[in-house]
């Protein structure tokens, strides 16, 4: 099976989710493998969203290709005269699943960035023949961010697995508890990242372990 972890936009939580989700399957018996098909804004030996996962979950983790500029991948691409190659990266994609049940693939940014001018992250979940899980906000402005993605997930066809509430705070407010509720009417709602103040998915030697929590512990 391939989950393909997008947001509702930059930032959300994708990473964090992404190392969850990994610690997760291997706390169930499941063999799993992180993919991070395109990284963006660094440069070739920094540490980025592979080392995170690998380093927090000790998983198989990998990545495809690698552009300086922090831009969506087809800019960034295009900024250093390259092409990012769909083709390459389902190709190794679908070699890191024949050797896992279940293999992890984190987008880049939200559901529309484009891998290239033709091909967006939907277009890549769906070439990958992917089941996608959303990660968004509990804060203002997530309920329309999140409706707008799910829209766009129905409108190409896309199997949505379900939300993870990233960063869910130890006290919500009536923000996030309203926010829970709708969100929780639009789609299923698998649990929560809660909130940690020193988790930084871009430093290494984290000590702060991000875990899926349900609503109910």
């Known amino acids: 099976m391939i989950l393909f ?9 994708k990473t964090a989710l992404s190392a969850a989700l990994c610690l997760q399957a291997q706390e ?3 063999d799993v493998t992180y ?11 920094d540490y980025g969203d592979r080392d995170y996962v690998e380093e927090v979950a000790g998983v198989p983790a990998f990545e495809g290709e690698r552009y300086r500029e922090p831009l969506a991948p087809a800019v960034a691409a295009r900024e250093e005269g390259r092409a990012v190659d769909v083709e390459a990266l389902l190709y190794q994609a679908r070699g ?22 033709e091909v967006d992250m939907t ?30 997930l129905e409108h190409r066809d896309l199997a949505l697995e379900g939300l993870v509430l990233c960063g869910w705070p130890a006290r919500p407010g009536l923000t996030e508890r309203s ?19 020193d988790l930084d998915t871009e430093r290494r030697g984290q000590t702060a372990v991000p875990v899926i929590l349900d609503f109910e512990d």
């Open 35 to 45: 993919f991070k098909p395109v990284q963006t804004g660094l440069l070739p030996g």
């Open 28 to 30: 169930q018996g499941r």
């Open 123 to 152: 277009g890549f979940a769906a070439l990958l023949g992917a089941r996608v899980l959303l990660a968004t906000r509990p804060s203002l402005g997530t309920l329309n961010h999140t409706a707008l993605s799910i829209e766009a």
């Open 179 to 197: 926010n829970r509720m709708a969100l929780a009417a639009m789609a299923p709602l698998l649990g929560y990242l809660p909130y940690i103040a």
């Open 5 to 13: 972890v997008s947001g509702t936009d930059t930032g959300v939580g």
């Open 96 to 117: 890191l699943l024949a050797d896992s049940d279940l293999l992890i693939v984190e987008g880049a940014g939200g559901l529309l960035v484009p891998f290239t001018p």
